[in-house]
């Protein structure tokens, strides 16, 4: 399908799932050719943390370069987005167990999750890419409670590894730009649930 993003203005909440970073990345570069205008938000994990998947502050340096925008690295950064009305959408990706709870407590104790209060708060879609080990544990009813959330859609996401990590739950990260489309349009993308593990070996 056709993608429409052009002159967007597109917030991208990158959280702490460092081995989803390779699989976002590209989306991010693909946002940027549809002409969509990307602003980075980094929670703190990913400018302080070192992983076999990067050193600290590595993919942030990728994603500063490829979308030419200083990231909102501090709430009080993050803060304005919402009375400048600045985002057309809010993207995070991959966002984390732990962010999901928060976000569905209303929490916005990181620069991620006070850009997407800002963008809720002007009755603008806040797209959420999981990765979490437990969406199928403790963290299935946040993202029940979450897909009941007004302007909240998820990317199509499902059981990355099931027989492995049962309850691990991973968004198809290639379908971030048709999501976001979607979403724009006040649509959930569809089918929400698919096969992901079957992705893996494709």
Known sequence: MAVELKGKTIG???????????EVYPEIVRLVELGAHVIPVFSHTVLSVSTRFGEAGEWARKIQE???????????????????????????????????????????????????????????????????????????YNIAKLMNMKNVFFVPFGQDAPHVK??????????????????????????VLIERWREQRA
């Open 12 to 22: 991208f909440g990158v959280t702490g799932s460092h081995c989803t970073y390779a």
């Open 166 to 191: 049962m309850n691990s739950l991973v968004s198809l990260m290639r379908l971030i730009p048709e999501t976001c489309a979607a979403a724009l349009e006040k649509r959930q993308l569809q089918p």
């Open 66 to 140: 490829v979308t030419g925008q200083q990231a909102i690295t501090d709430i009080t950064e993050a803060e304005p987005l919402g009375p400048a009305k600045a985002l057309d959408c809010m993207v995070i990706a991959p966002c984390t167990g732990n962010t999901l709870s928060r976000l569905a407590h209303a929490a916005t104790d990181s620069p991620v999750l006070m850009a997407a209060k800002a963008t809720l708060r002007n009755d603008r879609p806040v797209v959420l890419a999981i990765s979490t080990n437990d969406g199928l544990g403790l963290n299935l």
